[in-house]
């Protein structure tokens, strides 16, 4: 386990010498301790990624060039999957499985901006068609300059791979700060770089607080572009420290996503997506489908189904074979948890099952995966993100009052339907005010595909060719071809 921050191509301490705990959520036992970044290492770090931008040629390498170092990186990652997985579930708590598919997800991203990066060569510069024709113009694009990436807990190598493998692709440099309760893995990450001999400051990962590295990071002048994933208080101190100095920003944030479930669906696959839409990483995933809306035909039986299933599930440490629930990742997540499902109680909600410690569990940060009914439109349970294995489960009668209920909320991140009548299907897709949509599943993910939100789950969009666009400026160039003089001001 590496414990050093990772700037400029060096390993070292924090500038004081500070270092904060690694705790194993399923033991509670401190198992590491990490550098504590201060301002003055992330101003070095930026200072880095600034020379290895403006001097050292990393935006000016080809595409192709970049891309090897991206394939290197991936190929780094996979020679490591099973440590880097392992690492992961003792530092999130997810189920090991969860966390392989986590790391070889992470590979694949940079694999696929690998390729277009090498596309970035092809792609001829885009010519514009004038109406004046005493002009050309083409538009071409170039990178943002220095990026600082600030991630979140729950998916720690793969969110810091959404940012780092199309930043570097796009030829940024990188101030990468993951969260301070899962920083193993993108230590990690700088490792493989480092083998696989990215140049000195072109990737830098700080760890720390982040009330101090993080705030550092998005008050330095020196950074052109702010990409974030987290929370949406967070997301909008990032917004507002981005307007100071009109930084490019990106914001992936919240959610309370809907599932709606019509009357003509089969109830095994229904619940089947209902669990994987709430329970994966222990409900711990922002697009997590909490809100579950049923058609009044099929509400008593399925539900009945989804608790008992939910019942079911094997809860433990991550690592143990078999288990599909592992615990939230940190006290502090815990007790948040677990404080919203004593609020719905108050606030009149029923609970179907779960809601308490799992029993023979008195150590780790173990939840029973809980399903609520008789939630009221107006209560926190409804409303707030709650990212734990929570689900809400409501009654229906018709399809715009589905679609009313799904599309009542200040978030927009993602959506699903289920139907057996495809018109349907579609139509609800496209009724959803929200980013991302899954029409008979919920939540499978891919890096080929468009990941953001609307309203207040964020700005912009990650993965696929959209994910490369948040690093890249647009730039045209025009040219006067015309023989004729000018003929304003000189006749
Ligand atoms: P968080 O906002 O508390 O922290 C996210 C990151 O921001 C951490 O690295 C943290 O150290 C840093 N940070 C905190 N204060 C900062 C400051 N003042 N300046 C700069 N950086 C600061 O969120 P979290 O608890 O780590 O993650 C949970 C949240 O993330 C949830 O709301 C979830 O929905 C969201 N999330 C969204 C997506 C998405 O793709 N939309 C993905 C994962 C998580």
């Known amino acids: 386990m590496r414990s050093e921050l990772y700037i400029d191509g060096t390993w070292r301490p924090s500038s004081d010498g500070r270092t904060f705990e690694v705790v194993d959520p399923a033991s509670e036992e401190v198992i590491h301790r990490i550098a504590a970044a201060t301002a003055e290492d ?8 600034r020379r290895a931008f403006d001097r050292d040629g990393w935006p000016q390498k080809t595409g192709a060039e970049r891309a090897r170092y991206l394939r290197a990186i991936a190929a780094g990652i996979r020679a490591r999957q099973a440590e880097i997985a392992r690492l992961e579930t003792i530092d999130n708590g997810k189920p090991l499985p969860e966390a392989d598919w986590d790391v070889a997800d992470a590979a694949g991203c940079f694999d696929f901006y690998a390729s277009l990066a090498e596309q970035l060569d092809d792609d ?3 010519t514009i068609a004038l109406a004046d024709d005493r002009f050309t113009s083409r538009a071409v694009k170039e990178p943002i300059g220095v990026a600082g990436a600030i991630i979140p807990w729950n998916y720690p190598l793969l969110m810091a791979s959404w940012k780092v493998a199309p930043a570097l692709a796009a030829g940024c440099t990188v101030v990468l700060k993951p969260a301070e309760v899962t920083s193993l893995t993108a230590l990690e990450l700088a490792a493989v770089a480092e083998e696989a001999g990215l140049p000195p400051g072109v990737l830098n990962v700080v760890t720390g607080s982040g009330t101090v590295a993080g705030q550092a990071i998005i008050d330095h002048r020196d950074v052109d572009k702010l990409a974030f994933t987290g929370s949406g208080p967070v997301g909008s101190k990032i917004m507002a420290a981005a307007a100071r100095d009109i930084k490019r920003v990106s914001l992936e944030l919240g959610g309370k996503s809907p599932f709606v479930v019509f009357a003509d669906s089969d109830i095994d696959k229904a619940v089947e997506w ?27 039986k399925l539900l009945a189904r989804l608790v008992t299933e939910t019942d079911r599930i ?7 074979e078999g288990v599909l629930l592992g615990p939230l990742v940190s006290k502090k997540q815990h007790e948040q948890v677990v404080a919203a499902i004593e609020a719905a109680k108050a606030a009149g909600a029923t609970v179907a099952c779960g809601g308490t410690r799992p029993e023979g569990f008195d150590r780790g940060y173990y939840l029973r995966p809980t399903v609520l009914t008789d939630v009221p439109l107006d209560s926190a349970a409804w409303v707030e993100e709650i990212f734990g294995p929570v689900v809400c489960v409501r009654p229906f009668g018709t399809e715009e009052e589905a679609i009313a209920l799904a599309n009542d909320s200040r978030f927009g991140l993602a959506a699903a339907v289920m139907s057996a009548d495809d018109a349907r299907a579609e139509r609800v897709a496209k ?17 080929e595909a468009p990941w953001g939100g609307y309203k207040q789950s964020g700005i912009g969009r990650e993965l696929g060719r959209w994910g490369l666009d948040n690093y ?10 015309s023989g004729e003089p000018w003929g304003w001001y000189i006749r």
């Open 274 to 300: 209902i669990m994987f839409g709430i329970f994966w990483n222990q409900g711990q995933v922002c697009s997590a489908t909490s809100r579950v809306l049923v058609q009044e035909g099929i509400y008593a």
């Open 472 to 481: 890249l400026e647009v730039k045209q160039i025009t040219r006067y071809v």
């Open 124 to 126: 001829p510069e885009e």
């Open 314 to 320: 094997r809860i433990g440490n991550g690592l143990d």
């Open 42 to 49: 992330v101003d070095l770090a930026v200072r880095a990624a």
């Open 431 to 447: 009724a959803f005010r929200a980013g991302i949509v899954w029409i008979n599943c919920s939540q499978p993910t891919f890096t």
